[in-house]
């Protein structure tokens, strides 16, 4: 019996599903690890930032949805190119493709959040009211452009159905600008809600100590951006030969 249904030992023998399994095994201690430090920030050092921190524990829990379904996905195929793919498998190949993406963007959105009440979190700190107002547009940005991100990938063929069905009668939208317009607007409000209470913390009246670990906790979090930013440039890939590994790893 192989790892990959319906599929002979040559293809199997082409298939890259041992990187993936490796590398989503390495991430899931990965994220209990970050929930784990940020928790001790906000709800032992910083007490107001358990509506963060709620944000943070959503999108770990999106994530690990995220990486399960990516391992289950090697089962059916992921890890071959396109027109390797078992054609017994490729319905629910597709169907759980679907599911995959919607949970990566809620992951985003929920992590994002989590960034952007951290910064308004800072604000009960000081006076300055012009930061509160910017970092509310930002989490309204956020949520606006995560939304529409949804809505695409949620929508982007007709019936919706084809999406999961691929022989079924319809059509979808080109696969090109859809991917790399939703992964920038991600990636550009990622990078917002990183950098921007940055300013305002070096602003606050902390220590030195705490004004380091304050930073130090923020600029962690531009590991996902270039994590994003790999991702965009595997896009191309994916795209000229159906093989979404490197997009998922």
Not at 49 to 65: D, E, I, K, P, Q
Not at 202 to 208: E, V
């Amino acid at each position: 019996m192989t790892w990959v249904r319906n599929a002979s030992p040559e293809v199997v023998g082409q298939s890259r599903y041992l990187m993936v399994i490796s590398v989503c095994a390495v991430s899931i201690p990965l994220l209990i690890l970050i929930l784990i430090v940020r928790g001790y920030h906000y709800l032992r050092i910083n007490k107001n930032g358990r509506l963060s921190y709620h944000n943070l524990c959503l999108s770990t829990a999106f994530a690990v949805v995220y990486i399960v379904l990516a391992i289950i996905e090697t089962r059916l195929g992921l890890g071959l190119p396109l027109n390797l793919l078992p054609k017994a498998n490729l319905e629910r190949y597709a169907l759980l493709n679907f599911v995959r993406r919607l949970a990566y963007i809620l992951a985003k959105v929920t992590y994002n959040l989590g960034l952007g009440f951290a910064a308004l979190e800072y604000c009960k700190r000081t006076t300055i009211s012009t930061h509160r107002r910017s970092f509310q547009l930002a989490i309204s940005s956020i949520v606006l452009a995560h939304l529409v991100s949804f809505l695409l990938f949620l929508l982007y063929c007709r019936p919706v159905e084809k999406a999961w069905m691929p022989e079924a009668d319809g059509r979808c939208l080109a696969t090109r600008p859809l991917f790399y317009g939703t992964s920038i607007a991600m990636l550009v409000t990622n990078l917002v809600a990183i950098l921007l209470p940055i300013p305002l913390v070096c602003k606050l009246r902390l220590t030195r100590a705490e004004r380091v670990r304050s930073i130090a906790l923020i600029l962690l979090g531009l590991l996902t951006p270039v994590c994003s930013l790999a991702r965009i440039c595997q896009i191309k890939t994916m795209i000229k030969h159906g093989d979404s590994t490197m997009l998922v790893v």
